[in-house]
């Protein structure tokens, strides 16, 4: 009576719990042609071609297919030089587990269009007039047995949709097994149809429960961070980058864990931080990277920002950084800064002879880079200039190279003194196109730059650079 029981609860409760989900009966059948079989230890085919037909039955559970299927597949002879079987002959049950991929859950793929991976292990026997080596076969020695098998088969398979009650297929699949302890398998072409007797009802019910699943995500979107790049870089003592964290966590959930990433623009990481809990409100970022590499003037870098909170809810912003330029110390009274973000023309100097967009981003560079010197508190300023020597000649260096280079250099130096930097306080240096700080031929405008050097006052400070 107790057993009784038992198998009326699971019974009820099953019946409950498929009621509940969206389910479709189905009963399909398929054809494959079937090229020839290989076996690993051996160099070439076994067998010619052969064809296989399949019967399945089963249930489509919210686009996951569970059935039982039949197999019976056919091959001829092995007509190639180490072709060792003929007339083989398999017959095979099993369970088969396939998941569909349609229009509700990838919303691109049009409505009459999906795939579908499967699986299935499958029990079989096999007969074959089976020679087991190549002088066997000469001999005309052969195995006429009927060998038990366990056969797995795998494939990948474009479904097509004409109506509410079928569903189309097309694709390739493998099935594999062991003989004499050695793996054979066979590649196949197969297509194959599915008939679904409810299968109108069904899709209504997963469109439904899909809306349903959509609604639960969308509620969890709440879930907000945002990411704001300050553009004063500057502070008294430092040159830093200020990130403001902020975040929109809803209800009584908390922040359980956050990320600051910086990547340039070929999409490899400069920069990362974060940690489990809450985010601080500001990080001060010194431009250094992850390894020891410092932020590239000029350049633009993606910066995001990522929060996860207590209930696996993610959200992120991004912002584009344009730096400034970086400043490096080289020692307690003397900093670099490196203007490769001052864009000249090639084998020109003057900075009026750029495009006007490209002049007003060096204006903009200079006014920083001017507003900089004046809180280092300079008591020297020192200005050097490079060139691209693309030829990479020695001669050309005092020909050509050094003396636009030092052209660059006094074009700067005029700019700076324009905006309140006293002359008497610059020195100017060229060095041509001896030191430069890229070879790619993508990024070879970087050598075309200058590099200020600021000594701070400071009592007994040195004047070497």
Not at 224 to 229: P, S, Y
């Amino acid at each position: 009576m107790k057993r009784i029981s038992w198998i009326f609860f699971i019974i009820l409760n099953s019946a409950i719990l498929l009621n509940a989900i969206p389910v479709s009966l189905y009963i399909g059948t398929s054809n494959s042609f079937c090229f020839p079989i290989i076996r690993a230890d051996l160099p070439s085919t076994l067998t010619s071609f052969g064809f296989s037909g399949n019967t399945e039955v089963g249930v489509d559970l919210l686009g996951w297919q569970f059935g039982g299927l039949f197999n019976a597949s056919l091959w001829g002879e092995g007509s190639g030089k180490e072709g060792l079987m003929k007339n083989f002959i398999s017959i095979q049950l099993g369970l088969a587990i396939s998941k569909e991929f349609d229009n509700s859950l990838i919303p691109i793929l049009p409505k009459w269009l999906g795939f579908h991976p499967t699986v299935s292990i499958r029990y079989g026997v096999f007969h074959t007039e089976h020679y087991r080596t190549s002088l066997a076969k000469i001999l005309g020695s052969f195995n006429n047995e009927w060998d038990q098998v366990i056969f797995i088969n795998t494939g990948l398979f474009v479904d097509f949709y004409p109506g509410n009650y079928a569903t189309l297929y097309v694709g390739a699949d493998v099935t594999g097994w062991y003989d004499e302890d050695t793996v054979v398998f066979t590649p196949a072409v197969t297509a194959g149809v599915k008939i679904h007797p409810n299968r109108k009802k069904y899709l209504e019910e997963k469109k439904k429960s899909v809306s349903k699943r959509k609604k639960t995500i969308k509620k969890s979107e709440k879930l907000k961070a945002k990411l704001t790049i300050v553009d004063d870089y500057f502070g008294d003592d430092n040159c830093f980058i200020p990130f403001e964290l902020s975040a929109d966590i809803p209800g009584n959930r908390t922040c359980k864990k956050w990320k600051l990433e910086v990547y340039n623009l070929a999409g490899k990481l400069f920069f990362q931080t974060g940690a489990k809990g809450d985010f601080p409100p500001v990080i001060n970022w010194d431009g250094i990277g992850n390894k020891s590499k410092f932020v590239s003037s000029g350049s633009e870098y993606f910066c995001k920002f990522t929060i996860t909170d207590n209930l696996g809810n993610v959200a992120s912003d991004t912002q584009t950084l344009l730096t400034a330029f970086p400043v490096q110390y080289l020692g307690k009274n003397l900093r670099k800064i490196e203007l490769s973000s001052i864009v000249f023309s090639a084998n020109r100097w003057s900075l009026d002879e750029v495009s006007p967009n490209q002049k007003f981003k060096n204006e903009k560079r200079l006014d920083e880079v001017a507003r900089f010197i004046k809180k280092a508190s300079y008591s020297h300023i020192y200005i050097v200039g490079h060139a691209n020597n693309v030829r990479r000649k020695s001669e050309d260096e005092e020909k050509l190279w050094i003396p636009l280079s030092k052209a660059r250099t006094e074009e700067v130096r005029k700019a700076l003194v324009k905006r309140g930097i006293e002359m008497d306080k610059i020195t100017i240096e060229a060095k041509g196109g001896r030191f430069p700080v890229s070879t790619n031929k993508y990024e070879v405008w970087r050598n075309r730059r200058v590099e200020i050097f600021i000594e701070s006052i400071s009592s007994g400070g040195s004047n070497e650079k």
